[in-house]
């Protein structure tokens, strides 16, 4: 059973980076883009972006200037990078692998997430 | 970017009656070459990720109930749940994956009358 495991600082102050990473044990590496979604609280989803085992990567051109998404295939793990943060930043973070059973972006295996606050 | 629009905001049913969520995008999410359209339901609860429920509009995820169903085309969705349960209790997201980003609806809470 493909499990999907999130780690990463979870208090930063504004200005400063933040950088998550997530796991994936079990099941294909290869076969997937692998993507960040983040939720503020009480809030809606938002796409952020995806990377492939080979490394290329798309992102959400709102997010675009400020985000790095990278991949070590030795570990299995892709990481978040996000520069610059403000208090707008503040939001649950989570990795997610779209469905192998459609050609699409729905998301059926998801991290457990991580809460990211920015506050000075 | 496609904006996702849902409607109502919030809605109260009693258990065991009919509950339907709609959702609208901004432009149609219908691939022409496949003849899919590329929205997805997704229902959270607290404290918990996201779980898929409907791909491709209408195809149920693997192990969701059947009262959970979805329809529609081009720019107009819903998700209906036939018999609410107690366990329904959650917010609802509609998602497109048509165009890039993909994008998500506001959400819509769905509460126990």
């Known amino acids: 059973q493909v499990q999907l495991q999130q780690w990463g600082a979870g208090l930063l102050k504004p200005s400063e980076a933040l950088s998550l990473t997530c796991a994936v044990y079990?099941?294909?590496?290869?076969?997937?883009?692998w993507s960040w979604i983040r939720q503020p609280p009480g809030k809606g989803l938002e796409w952020i972006g995806k990377i492939n085992h080979s490394g290329r990567t798309i992102y959400n051109p709102s997010l675009k200037t400020r985000v790095t998404i990278s991949v070590d295939t030795s570990r299995n793990q892709v990481s978040l990078k996000l520069s610059s943060v403000t208090a707008a930043d503040t939001a649950v973070y989570y990795c997610?692998?779209?469905?192998?059973?459609?050609?699409?972006?729905?998301?059926?295996?998801w991290g457990q997430g991580t809460m990211v606050t920015v506050s000075s | 970017d496609i904006v996702m629009t849902q409607s109502p905001d919030s809605l109260a049913v009693s258990l065991g009656e009919r509950a339907t969520i709609n959702c609208k995008s901004s432009q149609s999410v219908l691939y022409s070459s496949d003849n899919k359209n590329y929205l997805a339901w997704y229902q959270q609860k607290p404290g918990q990720p996201p779980k898929l429920l409907i791909y491709w509009a209408s195809t149920r995820e693997s192990g969701v109930p059947d009262r959970f169903s979805g329809g529609g085309s081009g720019t107009d969705f819903t998700l209906t749940i036939s018999s609410v349960q107690a366990e329904d209790v959650a917010v609802y997201y509609c998602?497109?994956?048509?165009?890039?980003?993909?994008?998500f609806g506001q959400g819509t809470k769905l509460e126990i009358k």
């Open positions: 997610a692998r779209p469905s192998s059973s459609s050609s699409s972006d729905a998301f059926d295996l």
């Open positions: 998602q497109q994956d048509y165009g890039t980003p993909c994008t």
């Open positions: 079990g099941g294909s590496f290869n076969d997937y883009f």
